[in-house]
């Protein structure tokens, strides 16, 4: 009876929100200005305005402007949906460093992003120290740098700037944030796992791999926004969005299972044993990096389990592609609305760009590309400003251990969620 009266609910709900989303779309006008600001319903809360927040995330700008940084979202009732949003430099300082051990990550947080394990997304204490000084380890050792390096030149070269001459060509229109998606996902699978997909091509084929990244991160999204009962119901009867996040991670185990008893085959049959230091420049991926690993150091990684591993292959692809992707998207689209600072990028790098004694490109190291790069100041300054005005990450997540004032005079009880930029 319990459970036909929760579904009784669930449609009752989803009946309330489909009648508001066409009176919205109806009598636009009006009712779009004045619900921009979240009115409090009663029992639904501030959840019918999510229908017009949807991936609308200026909107939320907005109400932050109007809400002197800091706005309290209510949920319908009884169901924890209740969320402070706060963009106060003030109050990011006292969550990230002056009160940094009164909020985690939580419970709750790991449950909405299940599907991409336990990793440095979900970690809290310990463990996430511990994966984050053995990553930190990784990406400042010379090996990988020019191994990175190395890769993402290479796929430049070869790919990426013969595909956009190829476009270029036949005139073709080119989205660019499944381009930068793709080449992302390339490097960045190769930088993990030594493995390429080759996923950017003239043919631009489906992978699967970048398909079920899309439908988690969706998911990820919609359990945000939707009551906690009700995603519950459909992850349990395999309904709608939740039945693609299911199939997402089954994905995920499935490809990343193939990746760890490659690599597993490919240690053994080179004789390979633990690397202590990994203090001999040899050039590895971070797959190898963590099956080397030395635990004697970081007691809480299990790196010789294969969901330890396929967690921490799913998290870094997820930070690494989507992050910088985005960020390529955002300052190229910027730079088409801004032809000046295109032209001074174009004339700082032609002013430092090493000169060659012959008509040929002579190969440069890893370390003339460090120093040539450095020399890019403009452009590093113009890649920082869209990265501000369009953060890779919008918002970030922490759920509070203990009650809490926070600078802005906002209280905090224990176990609220904070939503910061």
Not at 53 to 76: A, C, H, M, Q
Not at 207 to 228: C, M, Q, T, W
Not at 252 to 268: T, V
């Amino acid at each position: 009876m319990a459970s036909f009266g929760l579904f009784k609910t669930s449609i009752s709900l989803f009946c309330f929100l489909i009648f508001f989303y066409f009176l919205i779309k109806k009598h636009s006008g009006y009712i779009k200005k004045t619900l921009c600001y979240p009115w409090n319903w009663p029992v639904l809360g501030m959840l019918p305005t999510i229908i017009l927040w949807y991936k609308r995330i200026d909107v939320l700008i907005w109400v932050l402007e109007k809400s002197n940084l800091t706005f309290l979202f209510k949920g319908p009732w009884l169901t924890r949906m209740d969320l402070l949003f706060t963009v106060d430099p003030a109050n990011i300082q006292h969550i990230l460093s002056s009160n940094f051990t009164n909020y985690i990550k939580g419970t709750e947080m790991k449950e909405i992003f299940d599907v991409y394990g336990d990793a440095i997304f979900t970690a809290d204490g310990e463990l996430w120290r511990n994966i984050r000084m053995s990553s930190m380890v990784m990406f400042n050792h010379q090996g990988f740098q020019n191994f990175s390096m190395s890769i993402t030149t290479s796929k430049l070269k070869d790919v990426l700037v013969p595909l956009f001459n190829h476009y270029s060509e036949e005139g073709t229109v080119v989205d660019l944030q499944d381009v930068f998606g793709r080449f992302m996902l390339d490097t960045t699978l190769v930088a993990i796992t030594g493995s390429d997909p080759q996923s950017l091509s003239i043919e631009m084929p489906e992978v699967e791999f970048a398909k079920a990244l899309e439908n988690a991160g969706d998911s990820v999204v919609y359990r945000h926004v939707i009551p906690r009962f009700l995603w519950k119901l459909q992850n349990r009867m395999g309904l709608g969005q939740e039945k693609k996040r299911i199939e997402a991670g089954a994905t995920f185990d499935r490809i990343c299972a193939k990746y760890i008893f490659a690599k597993r085959e490919e240690i053994r049959s080179q004789g390979i044993h633990h690397d202590h230091d990994h203090s001999d420049g040899e050039c590895e991926d971070f797959l190898t990096y963590f099956m080397k690993l030395d635990t004697s150091k970081y007691e809480h990684l299990k790196t010789s389990d294969d969901k330890f591993l396929r967690d921490s292959i799913v998290s870094l692809i997820v930070a690494m592609r989507d992050t910088t992707s985005t960020a390529l998207t955002w300052f190229f689209a910027l730079l088409l609305e801004n032809p000046n600072v295109e032209t001074k990028i174009r004339h700082e790098i032609n002013t430092n760009l090493p000169k060659t004694a012959t008509s040929q490109e002579s190969p440069w190291s890893a370390i003339d590309h460090k120093e040539f790069l450095n020399t890019l100041v403009y452009l590093h300054a113009a890649l920082y400003e869209a990265m501000r005005l369009y953060p890779p990450i919008p918002l970030e997540r922490k759920t509070s251990v203990n009650s809490d004032v926070l600078p802005s005079g906002h209280k905090i009880d224990a176990n609220s969620t904070i939503i910061y930029r």
